[in-house]
């Protein structure tokens, strides 16, 4: 079975500064997919950016960036310049694409970090 | 933009009623899940649906059934609510081969 280990419950850090979360996650198989999913105080979860096991270049969005190592199973997530609408409960996930195109895609997700960012 | 909606933000039933929470997506996605929302426990899959009277059981089935009798929309049913039921539940929907979810903004239920 699939496990996401979140090691962070809770971060703080100033606004325009920079702040990583990390994620390890524990699996035997080769190809999968990572997430970073974002949700806001009583607002819905989104997703912040994917990676592709397959690819090594890190997937970066904006001022949201990965480090993936993949022989190390750990996907942490790098915040640049954060800001006040950053302030969220952040998980990490994981998912093993199905076989066939109609399958269980299953999101395996860690518990989370509340992340606040201090004006 | 894809649009989840889900029937209720907040509910409060008694133990043993029979509770149905609803979800509806707009964007023709084959997949619709559930989930459950704990703290310190992240999100746990209920059930999983990828067409229309298809569904598998995911992580934490137990005390929980759905229905997906049209493809939009995808119902949780809890036969008999369970204190231990009081939970935020969260549907989802996507692609098929896409892989993104898209979140409904949550059923906050309480059983008392």
């Known amino acids: 079975a699939q496990t996401v280990t979140q090691s962070q419950p809770e971060m703080s850090v100033q606004e325009a500064e920079t702040v990583t979360l990390s994620c390890t996650y524990d699996?035997?198989?080769?190809?999968?997919?990572l997430f970073w999913y974002k949700q806001p105080p009583s607002r819905q979860m989104i997703l912040v950016i994917r990676?592709?096991?397959?690819?090594?270049q890190n997937a970066t969005e904006n001022r949201f960036s990965v480090n993936f190592q993949k022989a190390a199973k750990s996907f942490s997530l790098k915040i640049s310049d954060s800001q006040l609408g950053d302030t969220a409960m952040y998980f990490c996930?994981?998912?093993?694409?199905?076989?066939?195109?109609?399958?269980?895609?299953?999101?395996?997700f860690g518990t989370g970090t509340r992340l606040t960012i201090i004006p | 933009d894809v649009k989840v909606t889900q029937s209720s933000r907040y509910l409060v039933k008694r133990t043993g009623e029979k509770v149905f929470l609803e979800c509806v997506q707009d964007?023709?996605?084959?997949?619709m899940f559930w989930y459950r929302q704990d703290p310190g426990l992240g999100l746990r899959l209920i059930y999983f649906?990828?067409?229309?009277?298809?569904?598998e059981k995911g992580d934490i089935p137990e005390g929980y059934s759905v229905s997906r009798e049209k493809k939009e929309r995808f119902s949780l049913i809890l036969e008999s609510a369970s204190t231990n039921q009081t939970s935020m539940y969260l549907c989802?929907?996507?692609?098929?081969?896409?892989?993104?979810?898209?979140f409904g903004p949550g059923t906050r239920l309480t059983v008392t």
């Open positions: 989802a929907s996507s692609l098929s081969t896409h892989y993104e979810q898209y």
């Open positions: 699996t035997s198989e080769s190809n999968y997919y």
């Open positions: 990676q592709e096991a397959y690819k090594q």
């Open positions: 996930a994981f998912m093993i694409p199905p076989l066939s195109n109609f399958g269980n895609e299953k999101l395996t």
């Open positions: 964007m023709d996605h084959e997949n």
């Open positions: 649906s990828y067409d229309v009277k298809m569904k």
